[in-house]
Nanobody, 125 residues
Framework: QVQLVESGGGLVQAGGSLRLSCAAS????????MAWFRQAPGKERELVAA????????YYADSVKGRFTISRDNAKKAVYLAMNSLKPEDTAVHYC??????????????????WGQGTQVTVSS
């Protein structure tokens, strides 16, 4: 079983940048696809970005393409989300998630079985 802890959230002005980190413990990190989800008040949780077990394949939601970059370091058991050109609509609680998913399955809402507690990202206009 994998435990996930996010960090790096905060308050930033529109156009600014943040880098989220997710540290994993337990389990074999390299056997899990990793993803970042977010949920804004009154909205459904959405998949923001995902990365395959090896790190070779990545998925991005259309709303963040060109602005966000997901990466992972299997040696450090960590996954990151670099967020640039932030917009007020990026304001949400951001969650790290892990799942035993094949590369072809990473862009799915289902299959991510382990979740962190979330970190708040607030972008002011």
């Amino acid at each position: 079983q994998v435990q996930l802890v996010e960090s790096g959230g905060g308050l930033v002005q529109a156009g600014g940048s943040l880098r989220l980190s997710c540290a994993a413990s337990g389990g074999t990190f390299s056997t899990y696809a990793m993803a970042w989800f977010r949920q804004a008040p009154g909205k459904e949780r959405e998949l923001v970005a995902a990365v395959s077990r090896s790190g070779d394949t990545k998925y991005y939601a259309d709303s963040v393409k060109g602005r966000f970059t997901i990466s992972r370091d299997n040696a450090k058991k960590a996954v990151y989300l670099a967020m640039n050109s932030l917009k007020p609509e990026d304001t949400a609680v951001h969650y790290c998630a892990a799942g035993r998913l094949a590369t072809t399955q990473i862009a799915t809402m289902r299959g991510y079985d382990y979740w962190g507690q979330g970190t708040q990202v607030t972008v002011s206009s």
